[in-house]
């Protein structure tokens, strides 16, 4: 078999660990197979011959993954940031999304999304389409054309909605997300399908329960939002009277990340995951006893202790969106807490919620808003670091896809070429001072190159 076998050469930049960066200059960066080989500062004997793309002096950085959007917000971002969670999906939001319902529409609007997000600093993302089976398989296809490794997920909401944005019911909903995941079985390689009930107040219990069905059927992971806003936060209570907090109202049809495995038996498995039902435990549980649903959550601002505890014991990614959390006024993610309690934590855009499909923003906002936190809210929470920012930009979204965000040996050959030579200096600075530049200072004439799996998308 011949390998696809190259090397980047420039000054390479990556995460160790949370708390620290690794700066190779002049260095090498091997892809093997869309795998990395490692990273050297001279090429070994075997690779001493594979064509080497010489960046000069550009960092190289691997890609970052948004955790967190919603395609079809694309179109208006930036507008509409006056009102709050509940009032802006009403007002705003669902008419908007109302309109792909019409195929040329989606076209035109996902053209624009997927082509800008492909010229973005973004090689990963999780994405929300629309309640619509077309134009969600559109987006899909664009997406996969796009060269970028993305999850899409259709969306589900059998209430609350708009009446021009909802599904009629529950099976209803449920046969649209079976025929949508049957339709593109096969169909791509690197587009995959994501379980995307919008939210609880979107989604009757019937309606979970069916995902729950399918989530386990198809194995398929979930993505969904979590205690972003009070009014939302008290809503779900009133709709999910038994839930004991909001992310119990998701573990209740086994859509909340993978259960540890249990050595009881059915009955016991069922009592302790909240499920009053018999109906379909043991398809529940896989066979070594675990119950598998990787699952990103966005946001979790207000998450109780018992929430955030759950999240942590069941390993589901939380999606910090500062821009968002901001624009829409729903507060300050605690995300010094989850980083220190070794949370799953990525950053998303929220795009539309967040205006800016910028990771490198995200990364900034991040910084940004855990300072006001810490000013005025908890003075022993630490603000984010920028090493702890690009961590949470590169593996600590990416790992969701698998081994995705570094250059270390076996990870997936994700890369960028930053071309900073504009943001000008008359002084020496050091990379460290080149990438914290390019968190606040950056705009897209920055990316001159990026890889995904080894695949050269521009
Ligand atoms: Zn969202």
Redesign the pocket.
């Known amino acids: 078999m011949k390998k696809d076998l190259f090397a980047l050469k420039g000054t390479i930049c990556y995460s160790k660990n949370q708390k620290e960066l690794v700066f190779a200059e002049n260095s090498y960066a091997v892809c093997e197979n869309g795998l990395c080989a490692g990273v050297f500062s001279q090429l070994p004997e075997e690779y001493k011959d594979i064509p080497v793309k010489d960046m000069g002096d550009r960092l190289i950085i691997p890609g970052f993954t948004d955790l967190?959007l919603?395609a079809p917000q694309y179109a208006y971002r930036g507008t509409g940031m006056d009102l709050e969670l509940l009032d802006w999906l009403n007002t705003i939001t669902f008419p908007q999304e109302a309109k792909y319902a019409d195929l040329s529409y989606a076209k035109k609007a996902y053209s624009i999304f997927v082509d800008d997000l492909k010229h973005s600093f973004t090689t990963r993302a999780c994405i929300?389409a629309t309640l619509h089976r077309p134009a969600t398989e559109l987006l899909m296809d664009m997406l996969e054309e796009s060269g970028l490794a993305t999850m899409v997920g259709k969306v589900n909401m059998d209430r609350n909605g708009a009446p021009e944005l909802q599904e009629k019911s529950a099976q209803a909903s449920a046969q649209d997300t079976r025929q949508w995941l049957e339709e593109i079985k096969g169909r791509y390689d690197h587009t995959y399908p994501i379980l995307t009930p919008r939210f609880t107040p979107s989604c009757t219990d019937e309606l979970m329960t069916e995902l729950g069905k399918i989530q386990r059927e198809y194995h398929l992971p979930v993505q969904s939002?979590l205690s972003e806003n009070f009014g939302e936060i008290a809503w779900v209570k009133e709709l999910c009277p038994t839930s004991r907090f909001y992310g119990d109202a998701y573990d209740m049809f086994g859509l909340f990340g993978t259960k540890p495995a249990f050595n009881t038996n059915e009955a016991d498995f069922a009592s302790a995951s909240g499920l009053n039902t018999t109906d379909n435990t043991a398809a529940h549980i896989s066979s070594d006893g675990a119950s598998v649903c990787p699952t990103i959550m966005?946001h979790c601002v207000h998450s109780t202790d018992e929430e955030i505890q759950m999240i942590k014991d069941q390993g589901v990614y939380v999606a910090h969106c500062p821009e968002?959390n901001t624009d829409i006024a729903s507060g300050i993610a605690p995300v010094r807490r989850y980083l220190d309690m070794g949370l799953h934590v990525g950053l998303g855009t929220?795009v539309a919620?967040g205006f800016s499909l910028s990771m490198f923003r995200a990364m900034a906002d991040a910084i940004q808003v855990s300072k006001l936190r810490w000013r005025l809210m908890d003075q022993t929470q630490a603000p984010v670091t920028l090493e702890e920012a690009f961590y949470m930009a590169t593996i600590g979204g990416g790992s969701f896809f698998g081994k995705v965000g570094s250059f270390e040996k076996g990870y997936e050959f994700d890369a960028m070429i930053l071309d900073d030579s504009n943001i000008r200096h008359p002084q020496e600075i050091s990379t460290r001072d080149r990438l914290e530049r390019l968190v606040y200072l950056s705009d897209d004439r920055n990316l001159v190159g990026k890889y995904v799996q080894g695949r050269k998308v521009i």
């Open positions: 967190h919603h929300f939002h966005a968002s929220d919620g």
